[in-house]
């Protein structure tokens, strides 16, 4: 009882989520950080810095467009993709994650939502098949026929979630450049009513929880 009571604090909840999260920083000028890549395969265009956003959650209901049908997170990782793809006009984009319990495969929801904030559609790849981020980081690495000391590949996920995702791309031989969206425990600030229990701060408690759980998954696995 008293851990679930600490863990629905905020400033509890944000220290704990932070250890994951502060350990990467946005990628606000990317130009500065990249070299070009060399290698390519499915659709990828040789010569070219590639962009990997990868899955996360929807919903499918009828007259939703695909932006809207987005969770919280996988919309904050579409939209930094396509920032990026802005600043990177040379770079293919590539979206991840296959069919959980619906119609359509995350990868094509996603890309259909990149679609509707302008990302040119021709610059997209979509990789249909992984169901988790160890999958995913095997499918990049095929999709790129990868060549680790040459390639450039910016990796795009929940700021939460990179140290995971990371450590699994260099596992699958993927060096990437971390551009981590959805922060959630970046307050410095608080105010009498941050020590009142919240579901919010337990949300945050879980995530933390679960990528932690995912990295001990990892370590186990000899990965």
């Known amino acids: 009882t008293g851990g679930l009571f600490l ?48 899955g996360a959650a929807h919903h499918e209901r009828e007259g939703h467009g695909a932006l809207h049908s987005l969770s919280q997170g996988a919309r904050e990782r579409v939209v930094e993709g396509v920032r990026l793809a802005g600043l990177l006009p040379e770079a293919d984009v590539i979206f991840t994650g296959g069919r959980i319990g619906g119609d359509r495969a995350i990868a094509d929801v996603a890309a259909a939502a990149a679609a509707e904030l302008g990302l040119d559609p021709h610059r997209i790849v979509r990789l249909v098949d992984p169901l988790d981020t160890a999958s995913e980081a095997r499918a990049v690495a095929t999709a790129l026929s990868f060549r680790p000391a040459s390639a450039t590949v910016v990796l795009v996920t929940s700021a939460s979630h990179m140290p995971r995702a990371a450590a699994e791309f260099r596992a699958a031989g993927v060096e990437a450049t971390a551009a981590p969206a959805a922060y959630y425990a ?38």
Do not use: C, Q
């Not at 020590?195 to 990295?215: D, H, T, V």
């Open 7 to 54: 863990a629905s604090l905020h400033p509890v909840a944000d220290a704990f989520l932070w250890s994951l999260e502060g350990r990467y920083a946005p990628l606000l000028e990317p130009r500065a950080a990249l070299a070009p890549v060399s290698g390519d395969g499915n659709g990828v265009r040789s010569g070219g810095i590639t962009i990997v956003v990868l």
């Open 186 to 223: 970046a307050a410095r600030s608080y105010t009498p009513w941050s020590l009142i229990p919240s579901a919010a701060s337990l949300e945050k408690f879980e995530r933390a929880a679960y990528e932690y759980l995912g990295l001990l998954a990892m370590h186990i696995g000899g990965r």
